[in-house]
T-cell receptor
Framework: TQLLEQSPQFLSIQEGENLTVYCNSSSVFSSLQWYRQEPGEGPVLLVTVVTGGEVKKLKRLTFQFGDARKDSSLHITAAQPGDTGLYLCAGGEYGNKLVFGAGTILRVKS | DAGITQSPRHKVTETGTPVTLRCHQTENHRYMYWYRQDPGHGLRLIHYSYGVKDTDKGEVSDGYSVSRSKTEDFLLTLESATSSQTSVYFC?????????????FGPGTRLTVL
């Protein structure tokens, strides 16, 4: 099983600040996905990136897939309390499976 | 949202008892998955199914079995529950189309084994 390392594990910031979460691996993935999970609920897909070097923007969130398709980053601009949650990256494996990182807990204080 | 439900949502049981968790989907997706989520470990795949009666093991399959007799239902069974199986269990579904690897997740089942 391929491994995905996420950093940081925990992030506590003030409303309005910017932040970046990283997802790294020594393995190549067919795709990289980011999910957001709130307490008591299942993860919800935010974005899928497929092509090396690909950048996708979702309002204040910017996702990038590394050129070699081994790493990804999630950048949030002007964070809001509603962004609070657990952010998970997941890499696509053969057989329609995903391998998940351990997650980054984000807390945005107002 | 994808039509996926899990039952029960919460369960407390004793060590050594059998437990079955149910996942039900209304999306007619080919793939179904069972994960467990523990602090510091993210989501770990237990078993998955790529069709009726077609299943395979995941990363942490020891102590678990699954069955899929209908497209819409995927059952996870703990034959003899242990305290190490206390966790939150998530079911997920995926269409399994080429280039479409994302998964929709259910609301989870919190299982406590005393």
């Amino acid at each position: 099983t391929q491994l995905l390392e996420q950093s940081p594990q925990f992030l506590s910031i003030q409303e309005g600040e910017n932040l970046t979460v990283y997802c790294n691996s020594s393995s190549v993935f067919s795709s990289l996905q980011w999910y957001r999970q709130e307490p008591g609920e299942g993860p919800v897909l935010l974005v899928t990136v497929v092509t090396g070097g690909e950048v996708k923007k979702l309002k204040r969130l910017t996702f990038q897939f590394g050129d070699a398709r081994k790493d990804s980053s999630l950048h949030i601009t002007a964070a809001q309390p509603g962004d609070t949650g657990l952010y998970l990256c997941a890499g696509g494996e053969y057989g329609n499976k995903l391998v998940f990182g351990a997650g980054t807990i984000l807390r945005v204080k107002s | 949202d994808a039509g996926i439900t899990q039952s029960p949502r919460h369960k407390v049981t004793e060590t050594g008892t059998p437990v079955t968790l149910r996942c039900h989907q209304t999306e007619n997706h080919r793939y179904m998955y069972w994960y467990r989520q523990d602090p510091g470990h993210g989501l770990r795949l237990i078993h998955y199914s790529y069709g009726v009666k077609d299943t395979d093991k995941g990363e942490v399959s020891d102590g678990y079995s699954v069955s899929r007799s209908k497209t819409e239902d995927f059952l996870l069974t703990l034959e003899s529950a242990t305290s190490s199986q206390t966790s939150v269990y998530f079911c997920a579904i995926s269409p399994g189309l080429a280039g479409v690897e994302w998964q929709f997740f259910g609301p989870g089942t919190r299982l406590t084994v005393l």
